[in-house]
């Protein structure tokens, strides 16, 4: 009898033992929302191989990568070795359809976090909802300033957002006067939903400040099928640099025009978006040559964190990683480290981890001086850096002591 019931006893207590191991090993669902069709397909498809990646890195044993949190081992350690399993869904770059499956991810798909989501537009009502249900949203890459400028308490962008940028080109500005470029007035080209609107008028501001003239700004429709009368206004004024805040099929639709229409201007300036999609180099390099972008995101020598990340992403998708997807990998690898923290997927512990963050640069795959996050959730170590088209391939050119690739100026375009 008192042998029979030490047997049952030591069974229930193996089997309630085994049972609490499986419930801490069960998988973190994190959502993740994209444009996986329509026109920024192309970023959306890379932003979501860049987040698969990164889930790669948490969820197997990579201890080539030992400086990036969480790749040596496999899985949360937090959570008992817990896995991360992906919920993608395709937003198609539309503000009502993000917000739509943001609430279908979180009341049927049960995510405990999300990531995404390319376009300001569709980042502003999905975090809306993540909100609402109080659920912590990571965003990598959409830069409208009042993302976080809504007194929201779960939402997280590690990217820089609109004001860094322009912050940032009136810097590069001085600097280029410095070395002797002749840039008397820039023009302002921006696509005319939060992303392209905020990030220019947060570019006109900072060039107010710095007392350097802006000879246009001239809005427009990313859907635009003819911009022959935006470059002609351009060609009229003739600014000495023109930044495009654009999405992929415009960027592009601008470089063929400028061609067609015979003008170069001394130089062009990409705000990231659609300059580095993976599909512009491609489509435009023989006739956009020069033309600068901003980045964070840098290859690296080879042996590098990053080279090696970009070698798995290069194996996966056939090419190189880009800023946008970069950034985004960078962002759920912070949301996978604070989850681990947390040691928990109870929303309110994801919260107060992510609060907590402060990841250092040796710690990142991205050129930002860390990920530190202030009571907005802006992530106030976010940095950007410019880069070149040369041949096929940007190379960084500024700021010119963090680099030894020389600008060339004016671009070279078609010629």
């Not at 923290?341 to 981890?353: M, W």
Request: with cysteine; net charge neutral.
């Amino acid at each position: 009898m008192r042998k029979s019931s030490f047997v049952l006893a030591a069974l229930l207590g193996a089997s309630l033992v085994g049972a609490s191991v499986a419930q801490a090993a069960d998988a973190v669902k994190i959502g993740i929302l994209f444009p996986l069709t329509g026109n920024a397909a192309a970023a959306g498809q890379a932003a979501k191989a860049a987040v698969e990646v990164a889930t790669d890195i948490v969820n197997n044993d990579h201890p080539e990568l030992s400086d990036i949190p969480l790749a040596k081992g496999a899985g949360l350690p937090g959570l008992g070795g817990a896995k991360i399993e992906l919920v993608s869904v395709d937003h198609q770059g539309n503000p009502s359809v993000a917000q739509q499956q943001t609430l279908r991810l979180i009341t049927q798909e049960k995510v405990q976090a999300l990531v995404g989501a390319y376009q300001s537009s569709c980042a502003l009502t999905a975090t809306a909802v993540a909100e609402r249900y109080g659920i912590p949203f990571v965003v990598g890459d959409s830069v409208a300033g009042n993302i976080t400028g809504r007194g929201f308490k779960w939402t997280f962008r590690v990217t820089p957002l609109a004001a860094d940028f322009g912050d940032a080109y009136m810097s590069f500005i001085a600097d280029a006067r410095k070395a002797g470029k002749q840039i008397r007035s820039i023009a302002i080209i921006n696509e005319n939903t939060d992303y392209g609107t905020s990030v220019a008028e947060a570019i006109e501001g900072a060039a107010k400040k710095a007392n350097i003239p802006v000879a246009a700004r001239i809005p427009y429709s990313a859907s635009s099928t003819d911009v022959s009368a935006q470059v002609l206004q351009l060609k009229d004024k003739q600014p000495d640099l023109v930044i495009f805040i654009s999405y992929t099929a415009d960027a592009i639709l601008y470089m063929k025009t400028m061609k067609s229409l015979d003008y170069t201007p001394p130089m062009v300036l990409g705000d990231d978006s659609g300059f580095s999609d993976p599909s512009f180099i491609p489509a435009v390099k023989d006739i956009a040559q020069g033309a600068m972008n901003r980045s964070a995101w840098d290859i690296g020598k080879p042996g590098s964190t990053s080279y090696k990340i970009n070698e798995m992403y290069k194996a996966k998708t056939g090419h190189d990683l880009d800023d946008t997807s970069g950034r985004d990998l960078q962002a759920f690898l912070t949301l996978a480290e604070a989850i681990n923290r947390a040691g928990s997927t109870e929303p309110a512990k994801i919260q107060a981890a992510l609060k907590a963050t402060d990841l250092k640069p040796n710690q990142l795959m991205m050129g930002y001086r860390g990920v530190k996050f202030d009571g907005t959730g802006q992530n106030i170590l976010a940095s950007t850096y410019l880069i070149q088209l040369k041949g096929d391939s940007y190379e960084l050119v500024w700021p010119f002591d963090r680099t030894q690739n020389k600008l060339e100026w004016p671009m070279k375009g078609w010629r």
